[in-house]
């Protein structure tokens, strides 16, 4: 399987927060989420794979080619949404047309106005007279209509309806009918995630907590919940993170089919990809 | 870069209304002052400034951000914004001098043509001086404390021409000696300074700017 994004080892340090080697792998054909807490690291990993941010250490292939070298060649393949920088929003929608025309020799007009008419976007308005959730759709339509083959989104769908964001979730959607296209698609909203994601990537504290396809994610970690006398029996091994609640323990345990038959009389649920977070970080460790 | 150089065009045509105002404004003050030529000076510096108006813009929609996330370098940023000013500066310099003429003609005066030029040609230096100045500053401070940067050395270069001037006096130099080098041969200076100037600042800016996090 080939990658279109593979970060090796990056570490970039900051006086009061550390992205610590991480290592981070987009496959062809595929969306990756990236998840974490505010201020986990993951705008630092976007930003270090453009040349936003020096990392100190660390490699960035995009498309096989060295971020550091081909930058700007790599740029013509792909299409980033960031999280609050766009255009100024005294230009026109149409303006958008005439600067990326200058900007990408791969710039499809035709595209860039089918795209503003599907979602109903004026040209002729200013991009302030947008809504927010047009102005959204007006960042994404943007990144898309010069073929890219990689979208790179910080953020795409915060703010948003929930129609809207279904809109913007099934643009993704037919992006990825092209197996030589990929997202990498970082958000809070987990929930997304669980409908278009292909892979998770968990980045906690700086550090990747874990790289994995959705279905095993969804399918092998389970919420165990039990008294404080089975909490006490369980094995320490099999408690990655554990919340005493008011009346029970909430334990976040891995592979929950091989734990259901060690203790059979536990009640395991499946786990969503908001309460895996949420357990991960406000949970505690056994010691 | 080109698409970078669209960008500051559409957004100065929204400053468009202001120019006109101001720059007939200045006219009437010409007229009414009877300062033949400071149209010739002032409008270079005037539409100079601008390039400031454009930083700011950037600074607060994080265009620069933005900007590298497509197939631009970033010297292919910078250059495109010193070209804009520089094009800005060019026409601000021909309004100006035509204006001036203009200003000459309706008062149906004698007023040598070389004065205007020279007058355009200070226009010229103080306003690349200007530019050289502020987009260093901007990309290294921002837009917000760059300002205040700049009012900081503009008060320091102020401090140090009084001191200058009292010093030339107290050399018992003719302060006659130096304007008369600077409207004779010494004008021929001013351009290639002017160059090595906005050159150097260009420099800078690309070290800034390349060096920069977001």
């Known amino acids: ?287 | 870069m080109l698409g970078l150089i669209k960008k500051d065009v559409l957004l100065l045509q929204s400053y468009l209304k202001n120019l006109l105002l101001i720059t007939a404004m200045f006219s009437g003050l010409s007229l009414i002052n009877e300062s033949y030529s400071f149209l010739a000076a002032s409008l270079p510096c005037m539409f100079s400034i601008l390039c400031f108006t454009l930083i700011s813009y950037d600074d607060y929609y994080h265009w620069d951000a933005y900007s590298l996330t497509l197939p631009v370098s970033p010297k292919d940023s910078v250059r495109s914004k010193y070209i804009v000013s520089t094009c800005l500066l060019a026409f601000g310099t021909v309004l100006g001098t035509v204006l001036s003429f203009v200003v000459i003609a309706i008062k149906d005066i004698s007023v040598p043509g070389k004065e205007v030029f020279l007058t355009a040609l200070g226009g010229i230096f103080i306003a690349s001086v200007l530019m050289s100045l502020m987009y260093p500053i901007a990309y290294r401070f921002g837009t917000e404390k760059g300002r205040f940067v700049i009012f900081g050395i503009f008060a320091g270069i102020s401090i140090f021409i009084v001191l200058l001037g009292k010093a030339l006096m107290t050399m018992d130099l003719q302060l006659q000696s130096v304007t008369d080098f600077f409207t004779g041969s010494g004008k021929y200076l001013l351009i290639p300074l002017i160059l090595v100037i906005i050159f150097v600042s260009y420099c800078i800016s690309c070290s800034i700017f390349t060096r920069k996090e977001y």
Not at chain 1, 65 to 83: H, Q, R, Y
Not at chain 1, 99 to 109: A, F
Not at chain 1, 231 to 244: A, G, H, K
């Open chain 1, 1 to 287: 399987m080939e990658n279109n994004i593979e970060i090796r080892q990056m570490t970039k340090t900051y006086p009061a927060f550390r992205l610590d080697r991480v290592d981070l792998s987009v496959p062809k054909g595929s969306i990756v989420g990236l998840i974490g807490e505010n201020g986990a690291g993951k705008t630092t990993l976007i930003k270090g794979m453009l040349g936003l941010v020096h990392p100190e250490e660390g490699e960035v292939l995009i498309f096989g080619k060295d971020a550091k070298t081909s930058m700007k060649e790599i740029k013509t393949n792909i299409g980033v949404v960031l999280d609050g920088s766009f255009f100024m929003e005294l230009l026109k929608v149409q303006a958008i047309d005439t600067v990326m025309k200058g900007i990408y020799d791969k710039w499809d007009t035709a595209l860039f106005y089918d795209y503003l008419q599907r979602f109903g976007i004026d040209p002729s308005k200013k991009i302030k007279e947008l809504s927010k959730g047009m102005q959204k759709k007006l960042e994404i339509l943007t990144a898309l209509s010069h073929h890219p083959k990689l979208l790179i989104l910080d953020e795409p769908t915060s703010g948003l309806d929930p129609v809207v964001r279904n809109e913007i979730l099934d643009i993704f959607q037919d992006f990825i009918l092209d197996e030589e296209c990929s997202i990498l698609l970082s958000t809070h909203i987990t929930s997304d995630l669980e409908h278009i994601a292909d892979y998770l990537a968990f980045i906690d504290n700086g550090q990747m907590i874990f790289f994995e396809t959705r279905d095993k994610v969804l399918d092998s970690y389970g919420i165990l919940k039990c008294d404080q006398k089975k909490f006490e029996r369980l094995e320490p091994s099999d408690v990655i993170r554990y919340r005493r609640n008011r009346y029970n323990y909430e334990v976040l345990v891995n592979d929950r089919h091989s734990i259901r038959r060690t203790y059979r009389d536990a009640v395991i649920e499946k786990i969503t990809i908001e309460d895996l977070m949420l357990l991960y970080i406000k949970g505690e460790k056994l010691c």
